[in-house]
């Protein structure tokens, strides 16, 4: 199984900061890679597809990007309706492996 | 637009069995893929199995074979998972979700809380 390693686990910033969430593969597995967020109580929501496509009504403030093993994500300016845990996965083989999950924080 | 909505909240004795139920709308079950997957309380998203359209066959996580089961009911549309022997660490939150690559739509999440 292809294992998903992501960092940090947990993270605090401040509203209109610039947050960076990191996901590596333990094999390259091109750009198959997604991202969720996920609110307390909900159910996660996908984000980003395909490591870099926004989620139609996804807000333009939300991005990644990266391929084979290594891949970044981006939130370009902090705002209080972003906390929450996001989570990468991997779809290039099943099981489609998630990541840890990064805990995300208002400072 | 598809919607998922899953069965109420459970409480199980350890050793019993619990079925959770996924009830789809806005398509047919047979258009669809759908995997499970699991959130253990303050822990992060655990994939339990789900349909393989490659191999039209469900395939399960090792972790849970031979202790899981998941069903669809395409007359009704609605997908079933069921797992037995159950113990404390099996308390979580269980999602059904489409999966076409990506987790595209997720049920509301069913609460099973194991507990003697």
């Known amino acids: 199984d292809i294992q998903m390693t992501q960092s940090p686990s947990s993270l605090s910033a401040s509203v209109g900061d610039r947050v960076t969430i990191t996901c590596q593969a333990s094999?390259?597995?091109?750009?198959?890679l997604n991202w969720y967020q996920q609110k307390p109580g909900k159910a996660p929501k996908l984000l980003i597809y395909d490591a870099s496509n926004l989620e139609t009504g996804v807000p333009s403030r939300f991005s990644g990007s990266g391929s084979g093993t290594d891949f970044t994500f981006t939130i370009s300016s902090l705002q209080p309706e972003d906390i929450a845990t996001y989570y990468c996965q991997q779809y290039d083989n099943l099981p489609p492996g998630f990541g840890q999950g990064t805990r995300l924080e208002i400072k | 637009q598809v919607q998922l909505v899953q069965s109420g909240a459970e409480v199980k004795k350890p050793g019993a069995s619990v079925k959770v139920s996924c009830k789809v709308s806005g398509y047919t079950l047979t258009e669809l893929s759908m995997h499970w997957v699991r959130q253990a309380p303050g822990k992060g998203l655990e994939w339990m199995g789900g349909?393989?359209?490659?191999?039209?066959?469900?395939i399960y996580a090792q972790k849970f074979q031979g202790r899981v089961t998941m069903t669809e009911d395409t007359s009704t549309d609605t997908a079933y998972m069921e797992l037995s022997s159950l113990r404390s660490e099996d308390t979580a939150v269980y999602y059904c979700?489409?999966?076409?690559?990506?987790?595209?739509?997720w049920g509301q999440g069913t609460l099973v809380t194991v507990s003697s």
């Open positions: 094999q390259d597995i091109s750009n198959y």
């Open positions: 349909f393989d359209p490659e191999d039209g066959e469900t």
């Open positions: 979700a489409t999966y076409s690559n990506a987790y595209d739509y």
